[in-house]
């Protein structure tokens, strides 16, 4: 399986952009990079998610490097309500069911 | 809101005691998972159902035991539970199993094992 690295914590001030960065250094040709978030007490938040280009929805941009070693989630405006864990996770196709989440990054926006 | 529903919200148990978890789904959606979530550790999937059949079943103990009696519904019992079992139980659901499948999370079932 895949594993990714991030970093443990982060911080942001409201209204400038949060880039979250993620590590996937073992990544397979066939494996999609998916961002979710989860906020205190509630259930994970799908964002984003891309194989190779770079992608974009009304929540987030996420940039995949050429080699596909690393990749930013990009929050172009941070709100107080994008205070949460982010998860950064590579789908594993051999295990077909699998999201394997690791412990995420911890992003605060400050007012 | 997701589309997942889960009850009860919060539940508190005795280690002899027994409970159940539901978790329902209104997506239309044919594969349904639980996921264990303990403080400061990451989620964990448990179980996997699709077409109501378990496929798979990540080495958890017997005191756990899940049931899959439609597609829209996905129950896990607890029974003998231990207090390192207290955790946010996390139920999803997806359309197939197939890796490229967003999966949709409920709200999550905080437990607490006396």
């Known amino acids: 399986d895949a594993k990714t690295t991030q970093p443990p914590s982060m911080d942001c001030a409201e209204g400038r952009a949060a880039n979250l960065p993620c590590n996937h250094s073992t990544i397979s040709g066939n494996e999609y990079v998916y961002w979710y978030r989860q906020i205190h007490s509630q259930g994970p938040q799908y964002i984003i998610h891309g194989l190779k280009n770079n992608e974009t929805n009304e929540m987030a941009s996420l940039i995949i490097t050429e080699d596909r070693k690393s990749s930013t989630l990009i929050l172009p405006h941070a709100t107080l309500r994008d205070t949460a864990v982010y998860y950064c996770?590579?789908?594993?196709?051999?295990?077909?069911?699998?999201?394997?989440f690791g412990s995420g990054t911890r992003l605060s926006i400050r007012p | 809101e997701t589309g997942v529903t889960q009850t009860p919200r919060h539940l508190v148990m005795g280690m002899t005691n027994k409970k159940s978890l539901k978790c329902e789904q209104h997506?239309?959606?044919?594969?349904m998972y639980w996921y264990k979530q303990s403080a400061k550790k990451p989620l964990e999937l448990m179980f996997v159902y699709s077409l109501e059949e378990r496929v798979e079943n990540n080495s958890v103990p017997s005191r756990f035991s899940p049931e899959c009696p439609n597609s829209s519904h996905l129950f896990l019992h607890l029974h003998t539970l231990q207090p390192e079992d207290s955790a946010l139980y996390l139920c999803a659901s997806s359309q197939g199993v197939d890796p490229y499948n967003e999966q949709f999370f409920g709200p999550g079932t905080r437990l607490t094992v006396l």
């Open positions: 996770i590579v789908r594993v196709y051999s295990s077909a069911s699998k999201i394997i």
């Open positions: 997506l239309g959606h044919n594969a």
